[in-house]
């Protein structure tokens, strides 16, 4: 890659961003399509965040993609914010063109999951009710899911979620309950959806939410947590002869969709895989 006078600059912006897989899943797909693009990290702390957003339009910044800790906190300061994203109330990609704010997490959640089941009509149980839980519940609901059950050991945070998405008037089946349910929960359905950090690195041993006695053949279990590539849950997968949907699947999508979103290109998935595996030493 070349930097030159004209080059376009995207970046991400979050508290801390060295351990990014993005820039080198971007820069491949640029390089790919020889376009006049890099894409670069910026640590922003938490305090600076509005200098941060007033300074990317300052500079021509084309676009960011938001992480922990400024998703929520970011959208005060944009003048835009896609349905979907204000829905979910948290933004993870910003389109300078106009101010706009998207999430598209959920979205590379979805496509995911797509490469295996369709969404419409499957029953489906999401542990965890975080940003990511909430952010893949509501394309769920959006993609024509039949029932979506959310647990967590919080119960409340659970009902609140679950509440939420009914709310939204996209599905009418929506509950929350109890982790400690999860078993019965899993025996019938469709899809199961990990969105809890059990299992990331370094913590490969941990007991994973469900095991291989609790899946059952044809059901799709998603992990979102993509290092270690296989998860304690993946293997658990694996094992009952279910279908394994990968964490890493969900990161390309997400960035694929945010390419979009600031190029108006199609994006060349293949590359962006490539460059990613190769980032989690899985060449």
Do not use: N, R
């Given at each position: 890659m070349e930097i030159k006078g004209s080059t376009n600059i995207v970046g991400l912006i979050g508290h801390p961003v060295e351990h990014s897989f993005s820039p080198p899943m971007h820069n491949a797909a640029f390089d790919k399509l020889g376009m006049d693009y890099a894409y670069v990290a910026f640590d922003v702390n938490p305090n600076n965040l509005k200098s941060a957003i007033k300074s990317g339009e300052a500079l021509n910044i084309k676009g960011f993609n938001v992480t922990i800790p400024h998703k929520i906190n970011v959208m005060q300061f944009l003048d835009e914010i896609d349905e979907v994203a204000s829905l979910i109330g948290a933004v993870n990609t910003i389109d300078f063109k106009n101010l706009k704010g998207y999430n598209t997490d959920g979205i590379g959640a979805i496509k995911a999951i797509e490469e295996v089941s369709s969404i419409k009509n499957k029953n489906i149980v999401v542990a965890g009710s975080g940003g990511a839980s909430r952010a893949i519940s509501f394309y769920l609901a959006k993609y024509g899911a039949e029932s979506i059950t959310i647990l967590n050991r919080n119960f409340d945070r659970a009902k609140s979620l679950a509440s939420d998405i009914t709310d939204s008037g996209l599905i009418n089946e929506v509950i929350g309950d109890s982790i400690s349910k999860i078993n019965d929960y899993s025996d019938n359905s469709d899809i199961l959806i990990d969105t809890t950090p059990i299992g990331m690195h370094p913590n490969y041993d941990d007991e994973p939410i469900v095991r291989a006695e609790n899946m059952h053949e044809g059901q799709v279990v998603f992990d979102a947590v993509y290092n270690p590539n296989?998860?304690?849950?993946?293997?658990?997968?694996?094992?009952?002869?279910?279908?394994?949907?990968?964490?890493?699947?969900?990161?390309?999508?997400?960035?694929?969709?945010?390419f979009k979103i600031w190029t108006g290109r199609k994006p060349p998935i293949d590359e962006m895989e490539k460059a990613l595996r190769q980032t989690l030493n899985l060449e």
């Open positions: 296989e998860t304690v849950l993946i293997k658990e997968t694996i094992k009952a002869g279910a279908k394994p949907v990968y964490g890493i699947k969900m990161l390309l999508y997400q960035g694929a969709e945010s």
